[in-house]
């Protein structure tokens, strides 16, 4: 659960002065993995995925998640409209898929 609440207080700091990590999910999670471990970005992509947790680095999904929560309490992080709309319109699409067989 700490662990929960730093990668909130991380992702939160960036959203505030990142713009474009508040409409994209990968330069988020980059953002945050370089907040973890100074250098992650120049690191191979293979290593860091495979051995993010050996690295101290939160999972993907944890930074995903982390972002749809402080958005849907902070409107003020949303990213730019058209992403809004485009990210309402996956939803719609993800909802409509797990609904089917």
Known sequence: MHN???????V???????????????????AVCNACL?????????EVMSQYRHLGLPSF?????????LQE?????LGSL???KLRARREKA???YAKSD
Do not use: C
């Open 4 to 10: 929960l609440k730093t990668i909130e207080g991380k």
């Open 12 to 30: 939160r700091a960036i959203l505030e002065k990142d713009e474009e990590a508040r409409n994209d999910d990968m330069t988020l999670y980059l």
């Open 38 to 46: 100074k250098g992650t970005g120049a690191m191979p992509f293979a």
């Open 61 to 69: 999904e944890s930074v995903g998640r982390t972002r749809r929560k």
């Open 73 to 77: 309490k902070h409107p003020e992080l």
């Open 82 to 84: 058209r992403m809004q």
């Open 94 to 96: 993800y909802r409509k």
